[in-house]
């Protein structure tokens, strides 16, 4: 437990190893651990900048889907709305077509009813100059007597 | 362990007995442990000391080799670890020895700026070196204290080798450092506050009037105070380490007479030396961190202009 030349000695070795660690180690471990620190921090803000750009993208994306959806059902809406017009236009093509068939074919009944008619009452007219003929017991002339005739088909 | 015919007062005496080489003056009566004289030196002879007395007649100029062997050995342990680290140090994922070397640094970075906020480059450093050298020095306490004393006596071929490993129990190395620090102390307050600023600081505290005819009774009681402030603080620093590890190596001294002293007290023995090993890691660390905390406390002090 004596002093002695140790102190120096040691104190020698002292000075010697602070110096080592102040040139050779502290600055090369400090400098690479604030550039890791450093790396770290951009990895962080890297990752949030993807965070939010991964937020906006699925913003955009969710956007363009309703925009999408939207169009889509205004489409279907609009063929909707084409396709009960054409139904519509189809029906009423059909019953304008419907009707005038059906007016043509009254027409043509009419016309045949009043052909019919004609036919009957000329030949009414002759039954009833020929059921006169045989009440009066001889024939009726015919021309003195086609007044009454016509008068009486007309009647008919 | 006591060998054969040893008393445990010798046992004891031995293991607290550095091994010093220095001079001896001619004419020096060399004498073995029995107090019979061996040799009588004809001239001045540079030798390693046999006895204890030896020692102390060496005087100052003699070195202990095993104190400066071992700090010097833990010191290149050190070194190399620290190159490794930085050798294979680069920014991306830290793993094995850097990893636990950044992790060092980190702790000491973080306790000097705490602490010390000025700009010097020399102190985080120091730091460092005083945290990692002191706790390896006093680890080498759990060693058991027979193993390397007693390795190194049969290398050397002499029952009486001294080998002291724990170099923190020589107040030579603990007081060493302490020194150092304290001239670097006195280096950083005269090169931050001029060397006028060092003496004010000295002469104009605790006490200061401003009327130049109180001061000047002021100032020896200043001085004295100051001085005895600022002296006490290398040695505190220093024997406070040195009480801490010597007072453990001289429980683990004691603790392995017991061996000696049959089976239940070796038994006994075994279980406090366990205990107090495992207290022991506590005290090592902590003073090893005191030291560090305190000298980087002295260089901030150093560097902190005081107001007036």
């Known amino acids: ?156 | 362990m006591a060998s054969e015919g040893q008393t445990s007062t010798g046992y004891i005496q031995h293991h607290l007995q550095n091994l010093a080489y220095g001079k001896l003056p001619a004419g020096y009566e060399r004498l073995d442990a029995n107090g019979n004289v061996v040799e009588v030196l004809q001239q001045d002879t540079w030798t390693i000391a046999h006895t204890s007395q030896e020692a102390v007649d060496m005087g100052f100029w003699a070195v202990h080799l095993d104190t400066l062997g071992w700090s010097v050995f833990l010191a290149l342990i050190l070194g190399f670890i620290f190159n490794k680290a930085v050798g294979t140090a680069n920014a991306g994922v830290p793993k094995g020895v850097q990893s636990f070397v950044e992790m060092i640094v980190e702790f000491v970075n973080a306790t000097v700026t705490d602490i010390f906020h000025h700009k010097n480059r020399l102190i985080a450093p120091m730091a460092l070196t005083i945290f990692t050298w002191v706790f390896m020095m006093n680890l080498m306490d759990l060693i058991p204290v027979d193993w390397l004393p007693f390795a190194a006596a049969q290398i050397a071929g002499d029952p009486h080798f001294f080998f002291k490993v724990v170099p923190t129990t020589d107040p030579n190395a603990t007081m060493g450092m302490a020194l150092t620090v304290f001239a670097l102390m006195i280096f950083f307050s005269i090169q931050q506050k001029g060397f006028m600023g060092f003496v004010k600081e000295l002469t104009l505290h605790p006490f200061h009037s401003g009327k130049w005819f109180v001061d000047i009774f002021l100032i020896p009681v200043n001085l004295i105070l100051e001085t005895v402030s600022l002296i006490a603080k290398p040695i505190s620093l220093g024997l406070r380490l040195f009480g801490n590890l010597y007072a453990g190596e001289m429980i683990f001294i004691l603790i392995a007479l017991m061996f000696s002293a049959g089976l239940v007290m070796g038994i006994g023995g075994f279980f406090l030396q366990m205990g107090w090993a495992i207290f022991h890691i506590l005290v090592i660390t902590l003073q090893a961190f005191v030291f560090m905390v305190l000298t980087t406390v002295y260089m901030a002090m150093a560097h902190d202009v005081e107001e007036h």
């Open chain 1, 1 to 156: 437990m004596n002093i002695n030349l140790t102190l120096i000695g040691q104190s020698i070795t002292f000075i010697a190893f602070i110096w080592f660690c102040m040139k050779f180690v502290w600055p090369a471990l400090i400098s690479i651990m604030e550039e890791r620190e450093k790396k770290i921090a951009d990895g962080l803000e890297a990752a949030d900048r993807a965070d939010k750009d991964l937020e906006l993208a699925k913003k955009k994306a969710g956007e363009t889907l309703t925009d999408a959806k939207k169009q889509a059902a205004e489409i279907i809406e609009q063929a909707n709305k084409r396709a009960n017009q054409i139904v519509d236009e189809a029906k009423d093509q059909a019953r304008a077509e419907g009707d005038r068939l059906k007016a043509a074919a009254q027409a043509e009944i009419e016309q045949e009813a009043n052909r019919a008619k004609e036919e009957l009452r000329g030949k009414v007219a002759a039954l009833a100059l020929a059921g006169a003929e045989k009440v009066l017991g001889n024939a009726i002339d015919a021309n003195a007597h086609n007044d009454l005739v016509d008068k009486l088909a007309a009647e008919l």
